[in-house]
């Protein structure tokens, strides 16, 4: 038991790039989730919907290589923050310490993850557009009102859960090869998503 283990940690690492996406992912998004929690005082509860959650980007993500996926939670990670940049964030009344620790941890996950992808890859222009229409139907349409803010809380949870879930799955995928495959996993400069 313990040499499969460790056959799998052998193959893993190189396959994946980011030895932190191994060790450290789970630990930072799930810490993510608790301050987004605590900023609002408690757990998230579905707010109203505002927009449909885009799960077939999540769908089509489970079938694309490594480096397309490594590359949609950079930039979704990054998207995210966009979101928060916001001039009245304060007027979601959340609590503000809690708040810089979740903007802190997202950038640190973005950070993280751009330190094993190309900076010339970007994710498809889909995830793009969704932030944008997200962004649209709330924060410029109220110019930051406080359903606004919690819609988009309750979005951004829905978002690191279903990236923790494609990184589980990326990780799964990855201990499921044969070491002989490995090379095939390697994070290489091709990519299939179209400039935006
Ligand atoms: C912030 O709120 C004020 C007052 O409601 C509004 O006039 C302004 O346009 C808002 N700013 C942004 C960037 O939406």
């Known amino acids: 038991m313990v040499s499969i283990t460790l056959l799998f940690a052998a193959t893993l690492t190189p396959a994946l790039c980011c030895h ?93 993850i751009s330190s094993c992808v190309s900076v010339d890859l970007r994710a498809d222009c889909r995830l793009r557009r969704y932030y944008n229409k997200l962004r649209r139907r709330t924060l410029s349409l109220t110019g930051g009102s406080v359903a606004s803010w919690e819609f988009i809380r309750t979005e951004t949870k ?15 995928a990855a201990s499921g090869r044969r070491p002989t495959d490995a090379p095939q996993l390697q994070i290489d400069s091709v990519s299939t998503s179209a400039p935006c």
């Open 20 to 112: 932190w996406l191994n060790h450290d992912y789970h630990h930072l998004n799930s810490e993510s989730i608790t301050q987004l929690e605590r900023m609002g005082g408690g757990a998230i509860s579905m707010s109203k919907s505002l927009l449909p959650f885009p799960y077939i980007l999540y769908e089509r993500m489970e079938r694309a290589e490594v480096s397309t996926q490594l590359v949609f939670i950079r930039d979704n990670m990054e998207l995210i923050l966009g979101l928060y940049r916001h001039d009245n964030l304060s007027s979601a009344s959340w609590d503000p310490v809690s708040t810089e620790h979740f903007l802190v941890s997202i950038g640190r996950q973005r950070d993280e």
């Open 158 to 172: 829905h978002h690191l859960d279903q990236m923790q879930m494609l990184v589980n799955d990326m990780l799964t």
